[in-house]
């Protein structure tokens, strides 16, 4: 029988992050029964996630934004990926004036502490930090999207994005830290569980399976990404966690090789293979060429024999998540970049965009569908005019009309719809942040809208099933892939004009009209049948192999 020894799962290194001071106050040493205890006030707690949110809200991590400057700088990137990082940078630099967030669909709150065994509280620490965020998304132009179910079918928007997930964990010391996330719907939505098997465990086979579900992931979580994948797990839900963890770089520490203990490691190797993978795939920064991720995490865990989970998650474009700490010193909050313009090339636009075709959208429907089927997909548009804006709860509200024999809306046929639903609008602005959401969630109201003659041309970011590819070439459709990102910029510089048309009682899910103002969007399934994300989320033969095993 072997010995007892203990190792932690996951074994982070030192941190070597750098940090702000935020207040020297509501931290007190305690000395007591011959040890120094740090009494932490309330009020910290409170402080600390709700800087954290507004900072997460609204700046980025100097890392992040320095590789979305290298896609700029790299010959091989794709005009498409230019265009997108080039965008997202512009984006950055409206964020980082605190009025606009970065992406409209400002996440479900989490927070991890981990609170050191010297660390004394009052206990109500969930409470405490919950206030905090209620705090960031009442005060600050951010979006409240939880919805508190009253029954088993019906809910209710919170009214102030609570409830925040919060989990505390006992840990050795006398500090108290800290990881603060916002999550948003689309790439909270691409974090998958596979359950595998030890078939999977050797080279060949890996690959294969990872590139078959990569292609799969699509674009609708707003690329390039930081790709997280956990091979193993000591349950499937620890598997999970440790992917999101991963994708926050909150792991990048972990040792490079495992041991007969048993706890986590990153495979580094591994993580070049799969990252040039997904530069070879074809899909790109969202509409075509290499930058589907910027970096990749591979992290090997422990398992069950019977057992092989597979845990698959990204952090989006608004890679949203900030390192916080309470020590003897103070209350510390990690820094992020507040000056991300220095990222930006000394170009002009005109040299960042390339060529462009501008659709003027104060037309009839017909006028437009007959220029937009005049180009091929993957071309770049810069769309002016009217926009009918509707997503998930209007098209429910729409599709009962239809079915009790109403007619379409004439806003619906009259326009092209987006998609998409706002944060608050600052004072002085004409719109809040107001970037698109999943297009696939619309999916199955396509083919009955296209047929009734409304949704001919639909705008929103990600891929479409094939029932919509269908729809569009027998219905005469169209379907713009928009930037996914970039919300504080469209606000700033493409949208001029917002009013609510319909369904006032929904808040951001009522539908609206809006005026657009050289709009980017690009062709993504045309009136022909053409599918641009078709071909390359398509299982194919592996692009690369690395090594070979037992099949």
């Known amino acids: 029988m072997p010995e007892f020894s203990y190792a932690d799962l996951l074994p982070t290194g030192p941190d070597d992050t750098e940090y702000r001071l935020l207040s020297s106050a509501g931290v007190t040493a305690a000395p007591a029964l011959g040890r120094d205890f740090l009494e932490v006030d309330p009020g910290a707690l409170t402080l600390l996630t709700s800087s954290a949110m507004r900072d997460i809200a609204h700046l980025l991590r100097p890392a992040h934004l320095q590789q979305l400057r290298s896609i700029l700088d790299d010959p091989e990137a794709s005009p498409n990926d230019k265009f997108v990082a080039g965008d997202l940078l512009r984006n950055a630099c409206i964020a980082a004036g605190g009025v606009l967030p970065m992406c409209q669909d400002t996440g479900t709150a989490i927070v991890m502490g981990k609170r050191g065994q010297q660390v004394l509280t009052d206990g ?86 990872l590139e078959e579900k990569l292609r799969s992931l699509g674009t609708s979580a707003c690329p390039p990404y930081h790709l997280a994948i956990v091979i193993g797990g000591t349950s499937a839900e620890f598997a999970l966690k440790t992917a999101k963890y991963a994708s926050a770089k909150y792991l990048d520490t972990l040792p490079a090789a495992g041991s007969a203990s048993g706890h ?43 057992s092989c989970p597979v845990a698959i998650a990204v952090s989006c474009s608004a890679d949203r998540q900030a390192l916080g700490k309470i020590t003897r010193d103070g209350v510390f909050l990690e820094q992020l970049e507040a000056n991300p313009a220095q990222y930006l090339p000394d170009t002009t636009d005109d040299e960042l965009d390339g060529d462009v075709i501008r659709v003027d959208l104060a037309r009839p429907m017909s006028e437009i569908r007959a220029e937009l089927s005049r180009y091929p997909i993957k071309t770049r548009l810069a769309l002016t005019g009217p926009m009918v804006v509707a997503r998930d709860i209007a098209h429910a509200k729409i599709a009962e009309r239809l079915a009790a ?28 942040s107001f970037g698109p959401t999943t297009a696939g969630r619309m999916d199955s109201y396509v083919d009955q809208f296209q047929a ?100």
């Open 264 to 306: 986590g490691f990153r495979d580094r190797e591994l993580e070049q293979q799969v990252l040039e993978l997904t530069r070879r795939v074809g899909i790109g920064a969202q509409f075509g060429g290499k930058y589907f991720c910027h970096d990749v995490r591979v992290i090997r865990l422990p398992r069950h024999g019977a």
């Open 452 to 551: 009734a003659g409304g949704s001919l041309v639909m705008l929103a970011k990600g891929n479409r099933s094939a029932a919509v590819t269908q729809a569009c070439q027998q219905h005469g459709g169209f379907y713009l892939g928009s930037i996914g990102g970039a919300a504080a910029r469209l606000a700033q510089d493409c949208i001029t004009k917002v009013e609510v048309l319909e369904y006032p009682e929904l808040g951001m899910e009522a539908v609206w009209r809006i005026e657009v103002r050289d709009f980017p969007a690009f062709v993504v399934v045309d009136d022909k049948g053409n599918d641009f994300f078709a071909d390359v989320t398509a299982p194919k033969q592996p692009l690369l192999t690395i090594g070979s095993g037992p099949s």
């Open 405 to 432: 024999g109403e007619p379409m809306p004439d806003y619906l046929r009259d326009h092209a719809v987006y998609y998409a639903g706002p944060a608050k609008t600052p004072e002085g602005y004409a719109s809040g």
């Open 124 to 209: 109500r620490d969930d409470e405490h930090i919950a206030r905090g965020v209620y705090d960031a998304y009442t005060t600050l132009n951010l979006r409240y999207s939880q919805l508190a179910p009253l029954t088993m079918w019906d809910e209710r928007n919170t009214g102030s994005n609570l409830p925040a997930q919060v989990e505390v964990y006992a840990t050795g010391g006398s500090e108290y830290k800290f990881l603060f996330m916002a999550k948003g719907g689309g790439s909270a939505n691409k974090s998958f569980l596979y359950q595998e098997t030890k078939a999977v465990l050797n080279p060949e086979r890996m690959l294969a399976f």
